[in-house]
């Protein structure tokens, strides 16, 4: 079974700063998908960001982006000029090809210091 | 248009009582999940649906927790004893399948006495 790990429990940086989120994960296939989601204080799962593990080119969203190395079976978030909105959960999930399911991170809090 | 929809927000029961959650997906939405999230975790995948059957109940507890989602379109999930460990969010997500991505609401936070 595939296994999701962010070992940073909390992070917090200056607004305006760039900041580096980290995920591993662990899987014996080689198609897939990896997330990015944000839960803020609501409690809503919002999408930040997708990668296919098929395409080398590393997703971006305007201010996120995402350094995806499959050999190493790591999956970073970067977030550029930092925003006090982008305060959040942040969670690393892994899906495979043809399967709904998604499996999860622990979550890494983020808290963007004005 | 309008997102997943899921009540109560909040709920506070003790222990053994028994407690339901209703969501509510988004319009032409095939497929509905229901996750658990602890305090501290990430969500973890209850049971999925596809249209009114089930697709994977693998971690659900059968013997206290039960989901059903008659006529394909809103589900309900049920616990019947419930216990402390059972204190959590529960979200209710919901997608068109074929690996579209899936759309949270907002969650209920069960507290159990």
């Known amino acids: 079974a595939q296994t999701v790990t962010q070992s940073q429990p909390e992070m917090s940086v200056q607004e305006a700063e760039t900041v580096t989120l980290s995920c591993t994960y662990d899987?014996?296939?080689?198609?897939?998908?990896l997330f990015w989601y944000k839960q803020p204080p609501s409690r809503q799962m919002i999408l930040v960001i997708r990668?296919?593990?098929?395409?080398?080119q590393n997703a971006t969203e305007n201010r996120f982006s995402v350094n995806f190395q499959k050999a190493a079976k790591s999956f970073s978030l970067k977030i550029s000029d930092s925003q006090l909105g982008d305060t959040a959960m942040y969670f690393c999930?892994?899906?495979?090809?043809?399967?709904?399911?998604?499996?999860f991170g622990t979550g890494t809090r983020l808290t963007i210091i004005p | 248009e309008a997102g997943v929809a899921q009540s109560p927000r909040y709920k506070i029961i003790e222990k053994r009582q028994s407690v339901a959650f209703w969501c509510n997906p988004i319009?032409?939405?095939?497929?509905l999940y229901w996750y658990q999230q602890i305090l501290g975790q990430g969500p973890k995948l209850l049971i999925q649906?596809?249209?009114?059957?089930?697709?994977?109940d693998s971690q659900l507890p059968k013997d206290r927790f039960s989901a059903e989602r008659l006529k394909g379109v809103d589900s309900t999930l049920k616990i019947q004893p419930a216990k402390l460990e059972d204190s959590a969010v529960y979200l209710c997500?919901?997608?068109?399948?074929?690996?579209?991505?899936?759309?949270f609401g907002d969650g209920t936070r069960l507290s159990i006495l």
């Open positions: 997500a919901s997608s068109s399948g074929g690996g579209q991505p899936q759309h």
């Open positions: 899987t014996s296939e080689s198609n897939y998908y």
């Open positions: 990668q296919e593990a098929y395409k080398q």
């Open positions: 999930a892994f899906r495979y090809f043809g399967n709904e399911k998604l499996t």
């Open positions: 319009s032409g939405h095939a497929t």
């Open positions: 649906f596809q249209n009114n059957g089930v697709v994977d």
